[in-house]
């Protein structure tokens, strides 16, 4: 819908010959009033001496959309010559000298008014005795619009515009004791909280330590604002924000990776929340980071009465990951993707893109590159084939969540106490199925009866497309285990195995011919005083916290050592084994498991 060279620009008052722009990017998308209105940056270029091209100006563009018209109607009227986009911020916007760029545009709404923040460039001269210095200052422009009718004089321009005002005063800056030395709008979508407040995302340099991202809000309708206090890690920068169940959070691009930081504080404090949100919020381990992954766009929507989070990134396979687009959706216990909702052979995704959730739509916002300029393409979905495909398996998994927030009031991510199937134990809360091999259904779970009698569960894996969970360095997996007959010897009952910085790591618990259980970690194996009893049901749990591997039998520890764990990303693989998985055990088996829960926290 914004083309380079091709979509006319009416000037702000419309009172000179529309123009046209040799780029666009920066979306930001909004609805207020029954209209869709979409925002980019409007950049313009010139060739230099030395054949490159530079940028001489920018301004901030809007192109507004009927709410009630459908995929049709609105291509028909993109498609007319009087379609155009109109001037928000332009270049004779300054309040004192001409601005030569805004950009990144970032907006939210309340009623029927938009708010729009963004960033200012503009000279400025200094004379000194005979001396005449020159440089940039920059600035945080706000403006706000009111949605109305159109009229008969300006048809197309549904949003009325009042006057710009910089949101920095000098007690602003004064909070952060002047060791800030530039603040820059982020682009995207602020947010209005459910008490009130406006929030938008916000960059800050420092000359000596990099670039930092945090949030600028205000408390009292957006007639005064403050900073927040705290901030993001250096360099991490581009944040992208909403808000999940009271908290403020905050996703942001560093140097190899992404982190999402939480905030129940209006920034005030920042506590990094790793592996939390399940195969949405990922570290890099490798230093290729594939910028195809990324999250770009976050909101909040509630669809079927339960809150989730969108994002946007690429696929996890590897193929054709530059052209293609993905949405995914979370309700912060596991999340699906779905698509690509896009795929074009000339462009690449690996650009900003921002997300709307209005009137049982949603629409995204895609800037897209081919080398020659970037556009901003418009896609909108009211429930179609994609998001239908995964609806029904997010639909029972929220009704099974609602059932464990009844029984475990704090979070459980993974069970599989009855359902079967050609050789898999389903789990129908996150859809990550274990496969069974040689073992016999029983009642909430299966027996292992022979040598090679198993049940194998795979957890931090990324080749799948419909789910994913995403454990960081703390969970605990519960089960319920009966071992009917004594062994011949030492027997593996339960064996997990993590992969941390390319290395592996184990550990497990074993039952002995003399009714003694066994702990094992890494290639330490220790036998227990401890006994089991045959025929009578044991609970049986594994935890790990940061770096400290335990095991637990009917609430009592075993034992417990320190794993040599890196880092604090998520783990790169990690599964689950009951009985023989791959290696047949010498020997056979008669052991039943049930009622299998998995938690991403340590238990009391």
């Known amino acids: 819908i914004f083309v380079p060279q091709k979509t006319q620009v009416v000037p702000k008052g419309g009172t000179s010959q529309e123009t046209k722009r040799d780029s666009f990017i920066s979306p930001s998308l909004v609805s207020a009033g029954g209209v869709i209105a979409a925002f980019a940056e409007g950049q313009v270029y010139t060739v230099n001496a030395g054949r490159q091209r530079e940028k001489t100006s920018s301004d901030v563009v809007a192109e507004y959309i009927d709410a009630t018209w459908d995929w049709s109607t609105l291509v028909g009227k993109v498609n007319e010559s009087t379609w155009k986009a109109h001037t928000v911020l332009g270049t004779t916007d300054g309040t004192d000298k001409r601005v030569d760029f805004f950009y990144y545009p970032t907006t939210t709404t309340k009623g029927n008014k938009v708010f729009l923040l963004a960033g200012s460039l503009y000279k400025h001269r200094q004379t000194v005795g005979n001396r005449t210095y020159s440089g940039f200052n920059l600035r945080l422009e706000l403006v706000v619009g009111d949605v109305r009718e159109p009229t008969s004089s300006e048809p197309t321009e549904r949003i009325k515009w009042g006057q710009i005002r910089s949101l920095l005063n000098e007690s602003t800056i004064a909070a952060h004791e002047g060791k800030w030395t530039g603040f820059l709008a982020a682009g995207g979508s602020g947010v209005l909280m459910e008490d009130g407040t406006f929030v938008f995302p916000l960059m800050e340099t420092n000359a000596a330590k990099g670039d930092y991202s945090m949030?600028?809000?205000?408390?009292?309708?957006?007639?005064?604002?403050?900073?927040?206090?705290?901030?993001?890690?250096?360099?991490?920068?581009?944040?992208?924000?909403t808000e999940w169940d009271g908290s403020l959070l905050m996703i942001v691009n560093c140097k190899y990776s992404q982190r999402v930081y939480e905030s129940r504080d209006m920034g005030t404090t920042w506590t990094e929340a790793i592996g939390t949100l399940p195969g949405v919020w990922t570290k890099s381990r490798l230093l290729s980071w594939d910028l195809s992954l990324r999250v770009e766009a976050l909101i909040t929507a509630t669809i079927e009465g339960r809150s989730c989070l969108y994002t946007q990134r690429g696929d996890f396979s590897g193929e054709k990951s530059e052209r293609a687009l993905y949405l995914w959706v979370t309700d912060n216990n596991r999340s699906f993707y779905f698509g690509p909702v896009g795929?074009?052979?000339?462009?690449?995704?690996?650009?900003?893109?921002?997300?709307?959730?209005?009137?049982?739509?949603?629409?995204?916002?895609?800037?897209?590159?081919?080398?020659?300029?970037?556009?901003l393409s418009l896609f909108s979905s009211d429930g179609g084939t994609e998001y239908n495909q995964v609806r029904p398996q997010y639909l029972v998994a929220g009704r099974l969540h609602l059932q464990f927030i009844y029984i475990y009031p704090r979070r459980v991510w993974w069970q599989c106490p009855h359902a079967a199937s050609n050789g898999t134990?389903?789990?129908?809360?996150?859809?990550?199925?274990?496969?069974?091999?040689?073992?016999?259904?029983?009642?909430d779970g299966f027996q292992l009866t022979e040598s090679n009698s198993g049940v194998l569960w795979f957890v931090n894996t990324r080749d799948d497309n419909v789910r994913h969970v995403s454990l960081s360095h703390n969970f605990t997996l519960v089960a319920s285990v009966t071992i009917e007959e004594v062994p011949s010897n030492s027997t593996l009952l339960l064996t997990a195995t993590l992969a941390n910085n390319n290395s592996n790591h184990t550990m497990g618990l074993s039952y002995t011919a003399d009714k003694k259980w066994e702990t094992m970690f890494e290639e330490n194996k220790k036998t227990r005083r401890?006994?089991?009893?045959?025929?009578?049901?044991?609970?049986?749990?594994?935890?790990?916290?940061?770096?400290?591997?335990?095991?637990?039998?009917?609430?009592?520890?075993?034992?417990?050592?320190?794993?040599?764990?890196?880092?604090?990303?998520?783990?790169?693989?990690?599964?689950?084994?009951?009985?023989?998985?791959?290696?047949?055990?010498?020997?056979?088996?008669?052991?039943?498991v049930k009622n299998v829960f998995l938690y991403n926290r340590p238990l009391n």
């Open 215 to 241: 949030i600028i809000y205000s408390t009292a309708t957006g007639s005064t604002w403050a900073l927040s206090t705290g901030v993001s890690h250096a360099n991490c920068t581009d944040p992208r924000i």
């Open 343 to 375: 795929m074009d052979n000339a462009v690449r995704w690996e650009f900003p893109s921002n997300l709307l959730y209005s009137d049982g739509k949603l629409h995204l916002l895609q800037q897209r590159d081919n080398g020659e300029g970037s556009d």
């Open 425 to 443: 134990w389903i789990d129908e809360y996150l859809c990550l199925n274990a496969a069974v091999t040689n073992a016999t259904k029983v009642k």
């Open 530 to 592: 401890s006994t089991w009893v045959p025929k009578k049901e044991h609970q049986v749990a594994l935890m790990l916290q940061v770096k400290k591997a335990s095991v637990y039998i009917d609430g009592n520890s075993l034992g417990e050592e320190e794993l040599p764990l890196k880092g604090e990303a998520p783990l790169e693989l990690l599964y689950f084994c009951f009985g023989a998985c791959g290696e047949d055990a010498g020997q056979k088996t008669n052991v039943k």
